[in-house]
C-alpha cells in the first residue's frame, strides 16, 4: 500500500466510525448488538470460559504496554528512534483516543446476559483491548514493510488472529458489545494509518 491508500483507507474507516458514533450517541444500542450478544451467552460453557478469558487478557494494557515500552527501548537503543517514536505514537495515541471516546460518548456496558457487578466500571464504546493489539499490530506490519525487518512481519502475523480472538473474548464475556469491538478496530485502524501518512517521508509502503 501507498502513503496515498492508506490515507483513503484511514479515512473511509474515519468516516465508518464516525457514523458509528452518532448512531451510539443517539440510539446507544445497535439492532443487532443483543442478538449477539444472546448467541455468545447460549453458547458459553465453563472450557470456553476459561479459554476465552485467558485470550482476553492479550488486549489488556498490562500485557501489552510492558511489550511495547521494551520494543521502543530496544529501538531507540539501535540507534532507530524514528522507529521508536512511531511505534509510541501509534500504540500510545490509539490508546489515548480510545480512552477519551469512552468518556466522551458514555456507553453503557451491555448488562443482558451477566451481573452488572461482574462489568468493567468504565464505558464500554470503544473497546481499548480491540484497540490496543490493532494499534500494535498495525505498527509492526507498517514498519516490517518499510524497514523490511523480518521479525515484525512474523509478529504482526502472529498477532492478526489473537487480535480477531481478542475481539471475539469480549463480546463471548458479555464485557462489549459488537459494536464496540468493531469500534476499537477502527479506531487503531483510522489512527495508525493516518499517523503513518504525516509521519515518514519518502516511498509509502
Known sequence: MTLFNNCV???IGLLIFLAMAAVVYIKQVFWFDEPVLA???HYRTPIRDVFFNAVTWAGSLYVLMP??????????????GDRALFLGLGFGGAMLVTNILKRLLGRARPQFF??????????SFPSG???????????LLILHHRFAVPG???????LLPLAIL????????????????????????VWVLLLDCYY???PGI
Do not use: E, N
Not at 451477566?114 to 464505558?123: C, R, V
Open 200 to 202: 515518514w517521508k519518502g
Open 129 to 139: 483491548h480491540a484497540t490496543h493489539i490493532t494499534a500494535l499490530m498495525l505498527c
Open 114 to 123: 451477566i451481573d452488572p457487578a461482574l462489568l468493567p466500571l468504565d464505558h
Open 152 to 158: 515484525y512481519s512474523v509478529t504482526a502475523a502472529l
Open 67 to 80: 511489550i511495547v515500552l521494551a520494543g521502543i527501548f530496544m529501538l531507540k537503543k539501535s540507534g532507530f
Open 166 to 189: 481478542v475481539a471475539l473474548s469480549r463480546v463471548y464475556l458479555q464485557v462489549h458489545f459488537l459494536t464496540d469491538v468493531i469500534a476499537g478496530i477502527l479506531v487503531a485502524l
Open 39 to 41: 448467541f455468545f451467552a
Open 9 to 11: 483507507v484511514g479515512i
